[in-house]
């Protein structure tokens, strides 16, 4: 019984990194094919028409998901700030002692809270709007898109 448990979990881990390498080939076509990107307040109005036009959604999804993404708009922008200000001392530190490798790391380790946080609000809001939408996922999926997400983090 071990051995068909311990099986059955590298299945699932060749599949998920197989299906995670075919979605970043996917991601990077479209990528690729977009002519430039759209700023994030065409996107949020888009969302926001998207959502106040839908005939499939009720009128309490609307507005928890119209609430979700003021919130997470408003996160999003707190983070954003961070980062600019994160460049600002980059650019202060590199211009008066050069980059130490202490100030490096350091500030490396911040623009990696950073980043972490905006996926965590991204993936934190995803996971909001698939309850709100009646679509939860099991502990599992959750799993395997924190790693597909964190583990290109680490790289």
């Given at each position: 019984m071990k051995l068909f448990n311990i099986l059955s979990l590298t299945t699932l881990l060749v599949l998920s990194v197989s299906c995670a390498t075919k979605q970043d080939k996917a991601?990077?076509?479209?990528?690729?094919?977009k002519p430039e990107a759209s700023s994030h307040q065409e996107v949020d109005q888009k969302v926001r028409k998207t959502i106040e036009a839908s005939?499939?959604?009720?009128?309490?999804?609307?507005?928890?998901?119209?609430?979700?993404?003021?919130?997470?708009?408003?996160?999003?922008?707190?983070?954003?700030?961070?980062?600019?200000?994160?460049?600002?001392?980059?650019?202060?530190?590199?211009?008066?002692?050069?980059?130490?490798?202490?100030?490096?790391?350091?500030?490396?380790?911040?623009?990696?809270?950073?980043?972490r946080a905006r996926i965590d609000a991204i993936m934190g809001s995803m996971k909001e709007a698939n309850k709100i939408l009646g679509r939860e996922k099991t502990q599992e999926q959750n799993e395997i898109m924190s790693n597909f997400f964190y583990g290109h983090m680490n790289r």
């Open positions: 991601i990077s076509k479209e990528l690729a094919q005939t499939q959604l009720t009128e309490i999804q609307k507005t928890q998901l119209l609430d979700l993404q003021d919130k997470t708009q408003t996160k999003m922008l707190h983070l954003k700030q961070e980062e600019i200000k994160l460049h600002e001392i980059l650019v202060k530190e590199f211009g008066t002692s050069g980059n130490s490798p202490r100030f490096v790391n350091s500030f490396k380790k911040k623009l990696r809270q950073n980043a």
